[in-house]
């Protein structure tokens, strides 16, 4: 069965630089989210797109922006990057209400 | 707000049984829970909804009690494959708003 796909898997960056993440969510899923994890840390809600349209914003830097696409692909757009943006960064997809199914993630190191 | 787990973490022998609760303060349309290994994305396990049943596949059940705003995960006959960090998602609307997860509970399966 398709999962959703997220890449890159590793990036790093240096401070100050620009990331961009792209997930690709499972096939006839009308929604997708953004989360972050710091080691350790439980999932921090990032922002969600419910049939391409911003749904719900969680503790999103101003920094940081998404979109999702005509063909349902969402991308997450860093910039001005810090040390502390440094974590996993994981996409989910499901049809609104239900479980979520998460990427592999992307881990970001900026240094 | 973010909801209360616990334990913290819980070390089991193989076969024996667990309870990890999830509590919130605010009203709650549904609860999730999901499993992460380290390293890995989290794994949906089921979903609560408002009503108090009680859902459950193979050793793993939970209840979900809509008046105290508590779900508990009850992991019976644990198994090593059950190792992991078990968080429960809240929401208090519907439809595509984003999770929040609570802190998670280590669950350590010894041989």
């Known amino acids: 069965a398709a999962g959703v796909i997220q890449s890159p898997r590793h990036l790093i960056k240096e401070k100050r630089e620009t990331a961009t993440l792209k997930c690709y969510p499972i096939?006839?899923?009308?929604?997708v989210y953004w989360y972050q994890q710091g080691p350790g840390q439980d999932p921090q809600f990032l922002i969600s797109f419910y049939e391409k349209m911003q749904s719900d914003k969680g503790s999103i830097p101003d920094r940081f922006s998404a979109q999702q696409f005509s063909d349902y692909h969402s991308e997450l757009n860093m910039s001005s990057l810090e040390l502390g943006d440094s974590a996993l960064y994981f996409c989910?997809?499901?049809?609104?209400?239900?479980?979520?199914?998460f990427g592999s993630g992307t881990r970001l190191t900026v240094v | 707000q973010q909801p209360v787990q616990s334990p913290q973490a819980v070390i089991l022998r193989e076969g024996e049984d667990a309870v990890i609760n999830c509590s919130s303060s605010?009203?709650?349309?549904?609860v999730h829970w999901y499993r992460q290994k380290h390293g890995e994305a989290p794994i949906f396990l089921m979903i609560l909804l408002k009503g108090g049943e009680q859902k459950g596949h193979d050793k793993i059940s939970a209840s979900f009690n809509e008046k105290k705003q508590q779900s508990s995960l009850y992991l019976t006959a644990s198994q090593l494959s059950y190792s992991g960090t078990y968080f429960c998602g809240t929401f208090s609307g519907g439809g595509a708003d984003g999770l929040t997860f609570g802190k998670g509970t280590h669950l350590i399966i010894q041989p």
């Open positions: 989910a997809s499901s049809l609104a209400g239900y479980g979520y199914t």
């Open positions: 096939p006839r899923h009308d929604t």
């Open positions: 605010k009203a709650l349309y549904s």
